[in-house]
């Protein structure tokens, strides 16, 4: 597929990379139809953000289909149309049942919440394509997108954009 990725402060490329895949049971895998580009991507590309890698996939809020659904998934279900929004959220630990998504304990490794916490003085969860110490997780501005959580991390939306 083809996805924007970073390559060093003001280089951004289209390559081609990998199709996302399921990896956990509460995954899925949206055909992305649109995203946004926000304007926390500029940190990104000007290389404010720490922790980029080389090949690392940019882009988060995407609009797409769901493809594939990991056999945990209960809400969603192949064809259905999502929104996605750039937090990566169990759901589950104490922060998402107090809807602090932001801050989900489980979306992000141990090492990413103490770079986190240096950072920007909380130890934050995980968020599509912004970063390792934000999870690591491929952003949206692809072709594909894995989406973590996704009974969290998926909303669905009307099928006919016109109802």
């Known amino acids: 597929m083809k996805a924007v990725?970073?390559?060093?402060?003001?280089?951004?490329?289209?390559?081609?990379?990998?199709?996302?895949?399921?990896?956990?049971?509460?995954?899925?895998?949206?055909?992305?139809?649109?995203?946004a580009i926000?304007?926390?991507d500029l940190?990104?590309?000007?290389?404010?953000?720490?922790?980029?890698?080389?090949g690392d996939i940019l882009g988060h809020e995407p609009m797409g289909i769901v493809e594939e659904v990991g056999p945990a998934v209960k809400t969603l279900a192949r064809g259905d149309r999502v929104v996605?929004?750039?937090?990566v959220a169990c759901g589950d630990c104490f922060f998402c049942k107090k809807t602090l998504f932001s801050a989900c304990d489980r979306s992000n490794s141990a090492e990413g919440r103490e770079l986190s916490k240096k950072a920007m003085g909380y130890p934050a969860g995980g968020?599509?394509?912004y970063?390792?110490?934000?999870?690591?997780y491929a952003g949206g501005q692809a072709q594909y997108?894995?989406?973590?959580?996704?009974?969290v991390g998926a909303f669905k939306i009307n099928a006919d954009p016109g109802t």
């Open 145 to 151: 997108l894995r989406v973590p959580y996704a009974d």
């Open 131 to 136: 970063s390792h110490m934000l999870g690591g």
């Open 127 to 129: 968020a599509l394509g």
């Open 43 to 54: 940190h990104l590309v000007d290389g404010f953000m720490p922790t980029m890698e080389k």
């Open 5 to 35: 990725c970073w390559y060093g402060a003001n280089d951004v490329r289209v390559e081609n990379v990998p199709d996302p895949s399921i990896q956990q049971p509460t995954d899925v895998v949206i055909r992305v139809t649109s995203t």
């Open 84 to 87: 996605v929004p750039f937090n």
């Open 38 to 40: 926000c304007g926390s």
